[in-house]
């Protein structure tokens, strides 16, 4: 504490050394220096700025975030000190680390329907499933593009996956997976190549039968072989579609064979309907989310307000946990992908630790929303953030260091009701307005 | 020589302090001791024959005055202390002073008392400042005082008793008469009478009591306060006049700061009930004299003399009970959750009111009805409209199938009912419904024994169901849990006004003939009875023999609705004008809680299929959440508390919450309100 800082709270100091892990061009002089303890994130981001200019003129302001024992700092500085109990006598040492926010908007993607799903696990499309029974892939860029529409479903898609990212690479073939109200999943081959004009009309070349009530979600296991589904039938199925893809190849069914095909529906081709490989059965309710982030751990969360864990060689429950509320959604990340982050029918979004033996509270609890939260997603590569997207229709960002969100992004008129990264800086999400929005320029490191 | 003798020895004190024992107690020596005393003391009397001499008689008597003055004339002073400068000690009775005694060195007394042999039986009277030789006797009495024996040696304390009356062999009677020969005969009448008490007691005409009263004292306490006793209490008698108030501080000319109201106090005041304003308000005056009369001084004397012996006074009895320890003990709300409490999805769509709803067994898809002429089905989780029927009349009633397989809605119109094929359920399900659905020939419907059927079964083309067109106005159906048969309620049917309904065989019969005006009919959830509700009453039948078991009276002037708890036991019906009952089949025909929650008609009350709530919806557009614990234990009555009121809806034409139905597996309610809306409220 400087001595000039005779009792006014304005002129109050804290001894700082601002530290980062960022590279070389942004990294200040490591030298202790005194700030003003008055100071929010922005006076902080200020001083930080201006001490890259010093060392670099050509150096263009950015905000930064900062960080006091791994928590981020989201008030001002006295009061977070006095609220954490940390001492102001000593040098504080502030990581700073580049603010997650977004910083461009794109134009919304029109649809016919509500946007019930979307998959933006591939870098140059996104997968959209709609109310009016479509899939359709996007081609990033900044026109609005859609390079396929995938026909076949008779009910609303709740759930589009991508399968096989590999492939999409090399821009050879989509291979996807959708799930609809329909009772059916449908596996998809497209050809990625580009064209001109009107968007390619796809059929499925193979129908996945065997849910009797809506199917609510579809997951792909990590090593694309196996898919699995959950279903308003209280079960979770697994499909294998290693198989299926190897007896689909280059048998797409065209448009018109289908469609004769759905009106005698009981004479469906044997070859073109596939079975499950097994069932796992527990819950007693809808099964609104199951995925798959591990070869033999599965995840499932249902209305029966239960999370739980399975292990997929044996088709036995390893972990259940019952949180009180109907799930909605649910993602596995975090610290070592171990994290389970859940949403459902109340505003607050939870995070649980299964490897905490003993208690089933959640760890974290973020309770921003003002209604149901319909999806939930772990960003692919850091540990601590995730976005959650509501029917209040919002979605926001969250910093496990910090219970504020990060952002929030208001770009629906109407319930959001699927979110999901995309290219690992972008947040792509579907609403009851029939948008997809794609919101860009979110830098994590 | 004596009085020469003068020591002022250490041991002064102690003699001093016997001298004057020897002063006192020679008050008490008696005159004729005296004279012993100084008969047998020679040295005493050698002694007086000095100057010491008339000292000694005063020392000996008080009586002998006459003789000799004692040298002492100032009195009890310290005399050696506040004379010590002076050669007198005082004047005698002619003005001449009395001179001190000569001082002697200390040497020359030293010496003198070692040759003086009577030297120790000599003492200083400061009093009369002189030396005096105590007598040998005199000596003794102190020697006994000193030991604690009585001073004179002949006084015997334990003196013989001696009874100076003697009794024995002095026997003279006052009456030597010998005793009369009647105190030895037991008297005739006494024996008599005796006998008499004894036959009366024993026939109970006369009641012995053990205890013998005390005799009630006809004193009383003049001048206690006696208002509080309890003679005073049990008359009910005199009551004292309250006590006016003693002026305090604020009634002083010039009270402190404190006492004296601020301009906004005194503003306040006006804003008060004439009897709440008080009656004085303090003002400071500079000086005592600058107080003006006091104007309202006659005026309240005046009221009080009236309110003295003109107001009656009565003794009131102020219950002390604390009116927290009168309510019921309820379980905490805390603890019984979940329960719903906010609104978090709205169902929007319809054009006018929605006036029924109804969820799937399921919990995936809810139906409801309108004014606006239409039918939805509503996807629960997101709140989308996924089907509308245009039904062209007013949908009243609304009621999903409760058997999974057969996922058909049943609609009630103004004379018609729909079976809906809801389009549910995969394709094997879709196919039967189909089937179901179908009427093969549609002139076979009509029930062959009445010449006037009550209910035709039709093919509905453009809906693809059902049209069962009734004979007068429907106002309400019920489902049977396993979903073949079901009932419809025509409140001016007279005889037909309860009808029975097959699905599968599309047949209808009216089984209740005498009825009142039926308002809504239920099938028990489990066993085969049937609960018809009129207007003021509900009956209970059993299906099987079709026989009337229980009326239940509920109290209410209309019943609006009526709902069974899934044991069974239990039924709440709401009525027109708020007030809910509760029944508990097996304890009474009456209700065994009434509750008085809205203000306006009670639209509709519903149970929770699997979770301990009830709720009840209301035009005053609130609906009531209550939790209801049914025990298994006959003993213990049902626990019912309130938890949630659920506002949100907004009026319309006077109506408010058209009705309201629980989620079959989550603890959620849905409301459908008259301002065309329906929300969920979740937990």
């Known amino acids: 504490m400087e001595p000039n800082g005779s009792g006014s709270d304005a002129s109050r100091q804290v001894q700082a050394r601002f530290v980062t892990r960022l590279p070389p061009p942004l990294r200040v002089p490591p030298a202790s220096m005194a700030v003003p303890s008055h100071l929010t994130r922005f006076g902080l981001s200020d001083i930080v700025n201006l001490l890259l200019k010093n060392s670099d003129p050509d150096h263009e302001n950015q905000p930064f975030d900062f960080l006091i024992d791994g928590e981020l700092v989201r008030m001002q500085l006295d009061e977070f000190l006095i609220a954490k109990g940390i001492s102001a006598e000593k040098v504080l040492e502030l990581e700073y680390v580049k603010a997650v926010a977004p910083r461009k908007q794109e134009d919304p993607r029109p649809h016919d329907d509500w946007v019930s799903a979307v998959d933006g696990s591939n870098s140059s499309f996104i997968l959209t499933g709609c109310y009016d029974t479509f899939v359709r892939i996007w081609k990033s860029g900044d026109v609005s593009e859609c390079t396929h529409v995938l026909e076949g479903h008779t009910g609303a898609i709740t759930s589009a996956k991508f399968i096989d990212i590999r492939g999409v690479e090399n821009e050879q073939n989509f291979h996807l997976v959708t799930g609809s109200k329909d009772r059916l999943l449908r596996l998809w081959k497209c050809d990625a190549a580009k064209r001109r004009g009107d968007p390619i009309r796809v059929g499925a070349y193979k129908i996945l039968a065997g849910h009797t009530s809506s199917v609510q979600s579809v997951s792909v296991n990590p090593s694309r072989e196996m898919i699995c589904s959950g279903s308003w039938d209280c079960s979770i199925k697994l499909w294998d579609v290693k198989e299926s893809e190897e007896d689909g190849d280059g048998t797409t069914i065209s448009l018109k064979k289908r469609k004769v095909n759905s009106k005698t529906k009981e004479s469906v081709d044997a070859r073109l309907e596939g079975a499950a490989t097994s069932t796992l059965v527990g819950h007693t309710q809808c099964v609104s989310v199951a995925t798959w982030p591990d070869p033999d751990v599965l995840y499932s969360a249902s209305w029966d307000h239960s999370v739980r864990q399975w292990d997929v060689p044996s088709g036995k429950e390893t972990w259940t946990m019952v949180c009180g509320k109907a799930l909605n959604c649910l993602d596995i990340g975090g610290e070592g992908s171990a994290l389970v982050a859940a949403g459902g029918s109340d505003p607050v979004l939870r995070i649980w630790d299964p490897r905490k033996p003993g208690s089933l509270a959640p760890i974290f609890q973020y309770s921003s929303h003002s209604s149901w939260i319909s999806a939930c997603k772990w960003h692919p590569r850091s540990w601590f953030h995730l976005l959650s997207a509501s029917y209040d229709g919002k979605v926001m960002l969250w910093d496990l260091r910090t219970a504020w969100p990060l952002a929030v992004m208001e770009s629906h008129q109407d319930k959001v009701l699927c979110a999901d990264w995309w290219k690992d800086d972008s947040v792509v999400s579907g609403g009851a307005d029939s948008k997809l929005c794609i919101t860009s320029g979110i830098e994590i490191q | ?683």
């Open chain 2, 1 to 683: 020589m004596g009085k020469e003798k003068y020591e002022e020895s250490s041991s002064d004190e102690e003699v001093n302090s016997s001298s004057d024992v020897v002063e006192a107690s020679s008050d008490e020596e008696v005159e004729s001791s005296s004279d012993e005393v100084e008969a047998s003391s020679d040295d005493v009397e050698s002694s007086e024959d000095e100057s010491s001499s008339d000292n000694e008689k005063v020392e000996e008597s008080d009586s002998s005055e006459d003789e000799v003055a004692p040298r002492n004339t100032v009195g009890d002073i310290p005399l050696v202390e506040w004379h010590k400068d002076e050669e007198h000690i005082g004047y005698d009775i002619k003005g001449r002073k009395i001179m001190k005694q000569p001082r002697k060195d200390k040497l020359a007394s030293f010496i003198e008392g070692a040759d003086d042999p009577k030297n120790w039986r000599k003492i200083y009277d400061e009093y009369n400042d002189e030396e005096i030789e105590l007598t040998k006797d005199e000596i003794k009495i102190i020697q006994r005082v000193i030991s604690g024996r009585t001073p004179h040696a002949e006084v015997n304390p334990y003196e013989d008793y001696v009874d100076w009356f003697e009794y024995e062999d002095k026997g003279h009677p006052l009456s030597n008469a010998p005793e009369p020969k009647r105190r030895f005969i037991p008297s005739k009448w006494e024996q008599k009478r005796v006998a008499n008490l004894v036959r009366k007691i024993r026939a109970g005409l006369i009641k012995v009591s053990d205890q013998h009263k005390e005799e009630e004292h006809n004193v009383y306490s003049l001048w206690t306060d006696d208002t509080d006793s309890v003679e005073n209490k049990k008359h009910g008698g005199y009551v004292p006049a309250p006590k006016p108030k003693l002026p305090g501080h604020e009634e002083a000319y010039n009270p402190p700061v404190e006492y004296i109201p601020t301009a906004e106090e005194i503003n306040s005041y006006e804003l008060m009930y004439e009897e709440d304003r008080p009656k004085f308000i303090p003002r400071r005056y500079l000086n005592y004299r600058s107080v003006p009369a006091y104007d309202k001084g006659v005026k309240e004397s005046f009221d009080r003399c009236l309110d003295q012996y003109l107001c009656p006074r009565t003794r009131k009895k102020r219950i002390n009970i604390d009116p927290e320890s009168l309510k019921p003990k309820l379980p905490s709300r805390k603890d019984l959750r979940p329960y719903p409490t906010t609104c978090y999805l709205e169902y929007r769509g319809h054009m006018g009111p929605v006036n029924c709803i109804s969820v799937d067994p399921s919990g995936q898809w809810l139906a409801s009805g309108s004014t606006d002429g239409t039918a939805r089905v509503w996807e629960i989780e997101t709140g989308r409209c996924l089907k509308i029927w245009e039904v062209g009349e007013v949908a009243r009633q609304i009621c999903w199938n409760p058997s999974p397989d057969r996922p058909i809605l049943a609609v009630v119109l103004e004379y018609d009912v729909l079976l809906l094929n809801s389009g549910m359920g995969d394709i094997d399900i879709q196919t039967k419904m189909k089937e179901l659905l179908h009427i093969s020939e549609p002139g076979a419907t009509e029930d062959a024994g009445d010449s006037k059927s009550a209910v035709t079964w039709i093919q509905h083309e453009k809906h693809d169901g059902i049209r069962m067109k009734h004979f007068k106005a429907v106002l309400s159906i019920e489902w049977h849990f396993k979903g073949d048969y079901f009932t419809t309620v025509v409140p001016s049917g007279d005889s037909k006004a309860i009808l029975l309904h097959q699905l599968s065989k599309k047949h209808s019969e009216t089984p209740f003939r005498k009825l009142g005006i039926p308002v809504t009919a239920v099938f028990h959830p489990s066993k085969k009875k049937f609960f018809v509700a009129t207007k003021k009453f509900v009956h209970v039948y059993d299906l099987s023999k079709v026989e009337k078991i229980q009326k239940l009276e509920t109290g209410v002037r209309e019943i609006s609705s009526i709902s069974i708890h899934p044991g069974g036991e239990n039924i709440i019906v709401g009525s027109k004008e708020g007030k809910m009952c509760w029944f508990d089949l097996e304890l009474s025909t009456r209700p065994y809680k009434t509750l008085k929650v809205h203000s306006k008609d009670i639209t509709r009350v519903t149970f929770h299929r699997t979770y301990p709530l009830f709720a009840s919806a209301s035009d005053d557009c609130t609906a009531y959440v209550f939790h209801s614990t049914v025990y298994s234990d006959l003993n213990q009555n049902p626990l019912i508390v309130p938890l949630e009121i659920l506002r949100g809806h907004k009026p319309e034409h006077g109506r408010g919450v058209l009705d309201c139905k629980y989620h079959p597996r989550q603890p959620w309610l849905f409301t459908a309100g008259a301002d065309s809306i329906i929300k969920l409220y979740c937990h």
